[in-house]
């Protein structure tokens, strides 16, 4: 298949984050295209601007914005315009839904999400205990978490322990080892979310041997072996089965799926306690 390209310039004042986002899951949506990305983040002052419309006459594309000041805004329109690149502000449509539902208009904040405010610190502070029970660091104080992560070496517990971390819950992952019992305390706790992750022996296989080839270590060890995998799954499974706690598949899965699945089943857990 003979791939085409585009030029994306996404610009926005505050950190670009929601652009990209954007950007890329409209763009995946396009076989056989990509998208040649410019991100030009925290552009608040007209010499900021005239930087970015610069780049833009050089590789003209689609611009996609989140600009709240209407001067700004206005001179990237007319920018535009001149080298006939399409433009979008990706917030506005949400914006006028909500003025026209609320019945107010909006205050311009630029960066307004990112304000340091209780949410903000509630996900530096989940962060933090996230990163100290990586890998099953810290056991004696589990039941702080919000989420426990259990699964073989290489489910991708880790990346998904940061991403929830991000979300603001406090997550600990703790490897299941095969003659290595998991912490007896699993059993009994009851405020946090334990969810085993699982996937197929082949995913697991290659994973580890990529991880080996990296070490440039021996990979005729068991650690590899597709049989010794497959038990090491079977047992892991009998384990979430015996306690009832949910399973989540991440062989073809991506990290956000994962987290998005676990973000949806804490929600459930949580409802519980209201509802005692």
Same mark, same amino acid.
């Given at each position: 298949?003979?791939?085409?390209?585009?030029?994306?310039?996404?610009?926005?004042?505050?950190?670009?984050?929601?652009?990209?986002?954007?950007?890329? @899951?409209? *763009?995946?949506?396009?076989?056989? !295209?990509? %998208?040649?990305?410019?991100?030009?983040?925290?552009?608040?002052?007209?010499?900021?601007?005239?930087?970015?419309?610069?780049?833009?006459?050089?590789?003209?594309?689609? !611009?996609?914005?989140?600009?709240?000041?209407?001067?700004?805004?206005?001179?990237?329109?007319?920018?535009?315009?001149?080298?006939?690149?399409?433009?979008?502000?990706?917030?506005?449509?949400?914006?006028?839904? $909500?003025?026209?539902?609320?019945?107010?208009?909006?205050?311009?904040?630029?960066? *307004?999400?990112?304000?340091?405010?209780?949410?903000?610190?509630?996900?530096?502070? %989940?962060?933090?205990?996230?990163?100290?029970?990586?890998?099953?660091?810290?056991?004696?104080?589990?039941?702080?978490?919000?989420?426990?992560? $259990?699964?073989?070496?290489?489910?991708? +517990?880790?990346?998904?322990?940061?991403?929830?971390?991000?979300?603001?819950? +406090?997550?600990?992952?703790?490897?299941?080892?095969?003659?290595?019992?998991?912490?007896?305390?699993?059993?009994?706790?009851?405020?946090?979310?334990?969810?085993?992750?699982?996937?197929?022996?082949?995913?697991?296989?290659?994973?580890?041997?990529?991880?080996?080839?990296?070490? +440039? @270590?021996?990979?005729?060890?068991?650690?590899?072996?597709?049989?010794? !995998? @497959?038990?090491?799954?079977?047992?892991?499974?009998?384990?979430?089965?015996?306690?009832?706690?949910?399973?989540?598949?991440?062989?073809?899965?991506?990290?956000?799926?994962?987290?998005?699945?676990?973000?949806? $089943?804490?929600?459930?857990?949580?409802? +519980?306690?209201? %509802?005692?």
């Amino acid at each position: 298949m003979v791939r085409s390209y585009f030029h994306l310039h996404l610009v926005s004042d505050s950190t670009g984050e929601t652009l990209i986002n954007v950007g890329r @899951a409209a *763009a995946a949506q396009y076989e056989g !295209v990509s %998208a040649i990305e410019h991100v030009y983040p925290l552009v608040r002052s007209g010499t900021q601007l005239e930087r970015v419309i610069n780049e833009i006459e050089q590789a003209p594309g689609i !611009v996609l914005y989140t600009l709240v000041g209407r001067e700004l805004t206005e001179r990237l329109e007319e920018a535009c315009r001149a080298t006939g690149s399409p433009l979008l502000s990706v917030l506005e449509p949400v914006h006028r839904l $909500l003025q026209s539902y609320l019945g107010t208009h909006s205050t311009a904040r630029p960066g *307004a999400q990112h304000m340091l405010n209780a949410e903000y610190f509630k996900r530096i502070d %989940a962060m933090n205990f996230t990163l100290a029970h990586d890998d099953g660091n810290l056991p004696h104080d589990l039941n702080e978490a919000d989420v426990i992560l $259990l699964g073989v070496s290489r489910t991708s +517990k880790t990346p998904t322990a940061i991403y929830l971390a991000n979300r603001g819950l +406090k997550t600990t992952n703790i490897p299941l080892i095969p003659g290595v019992p998991p912490p007896p305390v699993l059993e009994t706790l009851r405020l946090p979310l334990i969810v085993g992750l699982i996937a197929s022996p082949e995913r697991i296989v290659q994973i580890r041997q990529n991880r080996l080839l990296s070490l +440039k @270590a021996d990979d005729s060890s068991s650690y590899v072996d597709r049989d010794s !995998v @497959a038990n090491e799954i079977a047992s892991s499974r009998r384990l979430f089965a015996r306690n009832r706690w949910p399973v989540i598949d991440v062989t073809r899965r991506s990290i956000e799926e994962t987290a998005a699945a676990i973000v949806d $089943l804490h929600r459930e857990h949580r409802l +519980k306690f209201i %509802a005692d």
